[in-house]
T-cell receptor, first 112, second 115 residues
């Protein structure tokens, strides 16, 4: 089955700096890669996603890049703010398999 | 439009008991998925229901089961509880089934503690 590894498990940055979270996946047939943000005590929420026919996608301060050959994808947050502090989960899905496989999460702490 | 609602919010059970968790999806959503969240393990997929049919199942023992009703509400049941079942159980809904790569909307979860 699919296996998604996520690094680092914790990340601390200063406000205004950039943060990068990386994920690798094992199933070359995976074609959908969403990122979810979970603030403390709250539900996970989709912040950005990318499909395998696209190499990069941006939404304001957030961007995701995908390297299908290397089977890894990354989340980039620029100009970090304290409200970006949360746990971020990457995920991958093979349409045929249907279920999303999540990474183990990255706890991002933005220091003011 | 109301979001995904899970009840109860917290549960405390003892080993060997069984528990039923409930999930009401967003109105009009027909797909409900269940995930187990534990510290350091991320979200582990349990199962997905679409139009009252189980479409996919994760690698959990048979003690974990679920069902979906005609109004798309879903329940999951865990029998013969073990200490390791302590976790946050999240359900997520989407309009169509997961093969469409649609956005998942998560509920706030049920925090289950097994003593």
């Amino acid at each position: 089955g699919e296996n998604v590894e996520q690094h680092p498990s914790t990340l601390s940055v200063q406000e205004g700096d950039s943060a990068v979270i990386k994920c690798t996946y094992s199933d070359s047939a995976s074609n959908y890669f969403p990122w979810y943000k979970q603030e403390l005590g709250k539900r996970p929420q989709l912040i950005i996603d990318i499909r395998s026919n696209v190499g990069e996608k941006k939404d304001q301060r957030i961007a995701v890049t995908l390297n299908k050959t290397a089977k890894h994808f990354s989340l980039h947050i620029t100009e970090t703010q304290p409200e970006d502090s949360a746990v971020y989960f990457c995920a991958a899905r093979n349409t045929g398999r249907r279920a999303l496989t999540f990474g183990s999460g990255t706890r991002l702490q933005v220091q003011p | 439009k109301a979001g995904v609602t899970q009840t109860p919010r917290y549960l405390i059970k003892t080993r060997g008991q069984q528990v039923t968790l409930s999930c009401s999806p967003i109105s009009g959503h027909r797909s409900v998925s269940w995930y187990q969240q534990t510290p350091g393990q991320g979200l582990q997929f349990l199962f997905e229901y679409f139009s009252e049919t189980q479409r996919n199942k994760g690698n959990f023992p048979g003690r974990f089961s679920g069902r979906q009703f005609s109004n798309s509400r879903s329940e999951m049941n865990v029998s013969t509880l073990e200490l390791g079942d302590s976790a946050l159980y999240l359900c997520a809904s989407s309009l169509r089934d997961s093969s469409t790569n649609e956005k998942l909307f998560f509920g706030s979860g049920t925090q289950l503690s097994v003593l």
